[in-house]
């Protein structure tokens, strides 16, 4: 597994043909007629070693490596580069998976916000070990639900990868964002906006203005923290609340969605938050020719959607 870099510009891409090799339940019927998960309860042995687990022998969330990882803890991080054109290192990091229910007729969006705040928690222990170990800097946490949001496996999951790079997106968010805080200017103003979806005590949600995604919609904690483990016991809770009842809006729609973390790399304020990224038009040519996206939902629309006020 390599790391490469464009010729000229910077922009970075994994190379792991091994995921080829993964298997596909979403994209194809299973022809063998069986109906084998390596994430149910008595397949256990199938995954690769457990790292952690809520219950005892009936457990309701299990997480270990994955079995097709992206990256490999085997490898050399530094960055290499011939001084032309050819730039690389091995894909160095932690890949792992977080199966969030034993059942998998259940979906994320049909747990309870007290499981998903209890998700979220194991999700601040994992960034907490993974972020101590050598060389990695950042420790990405994401879903993908349904085979347009990259799912292979309908078995509810959440993964995570630990790298040494810093997500370029990551780091963007982090400088653009300033000091004081922009992000904490624009919950304010956008809580009160035609963009607004959710909001509770310590926690809001809206559509972001220059929505990318149909639907996408932001959540933040109200209150100014950089991560995960700087949110208290009733923060994290409200958050929960929030995601739920997004999740609860995006199974009226059988939405495939990704969501995903974004938290401060180290030395940088950026403030906290979950990205929600609906997965229901596709990258077209334009695109990928031009970087911008079309998107046939507004965000005034979408919010609408969300606060209840029209069925799509
Ligand atoms: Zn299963
Ligand atoms: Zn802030």
């Known amino acids: 597994m390599e790391l490469r870099k464009d010729y000229i510009l910077d922009r970075w891409v994994i190379i792991a043909s091994g995921r080829g090799r993964r298997p596909q339940e979403l994209r194809e ?17 199938l995954t690769p070693a457990e790292i952690g687990r809520i219950g005892n022998r009936k457990w309701r969330f299990r997480w270990f490596a994955n079995k097709f990882p992206a990256v490999d803890i085997l490898g050399n991080p530094d960055v290499r580069t011939d001084n032309t054109f050819f730039t690389f290192a091995d894909a160095f990091g932690m890949h792992e998976i977080i199966v969030e229910t034993p059942s998998k ?25 993974l972020s101590g170990r050598r060389s990695i800097n ?34 963007q968010e982090a400088d653009a964002s300033g000091k004081p805080c922009r992000y904490c200017k624009i919950i304010d103003i956008e809580k009160g906006s035609f963009r607004r979806c959710f909001e509770n005590a310590d926690a809001v949600a809206f559509a972001p203005y220059a929505s990318r995604f149909n639907y996408e919609v932001w959540l933040f904690p109200k209150r100014h923290v950089t991560s995960l483990a700087d949110l208290t016991k009733e923060e994290l809770s409200s958050l929960a609340k929030i995601l739920l ?62 606060r209840g006020e029209s069925e799509f």
């Open 245 to 306: 009842s997004i999740l609860r809006k995006l199974k009226k729609l059988n939405a495939a969605y990704n969501y995903f973390l974004h938290y401060s790399p180290a030395g940088s304020d950026l403030h906290f938050h979950v990205e929600v990224t609906p997965r229901i038009a596709n990258w077209a040519g334009f695109e990928l020719s031009s970087g911008i996206t079309i998107n046939t939902v507004s965000p005034e629309d979408a919010a609408r959607f969300y």
């Open 138 to 171: 950042y420790v990405a946490i994401f879903k993908n639900h349904g085979s347009k949001g990259g799912a292979s496996l309908q078995h509810s999951h959440t993964q995570i990868i630990a790298t040494a790079f810093i997500p370029q997106i990551v780091q």
């Open 105 to 129: 007729k259940k979906q994320l969006w049909d747990l309870g916000s007290a499981e998903l705040a209890e998700l979220f928690s194991i999700y601040k222990g994992r960034i907490a070990e």
């Open 29 to 45: 019927p299973d022809s063998s007629g069986k109906d084998l998960c390596f994430f149910c309860p008595g397949n256990e042995h």
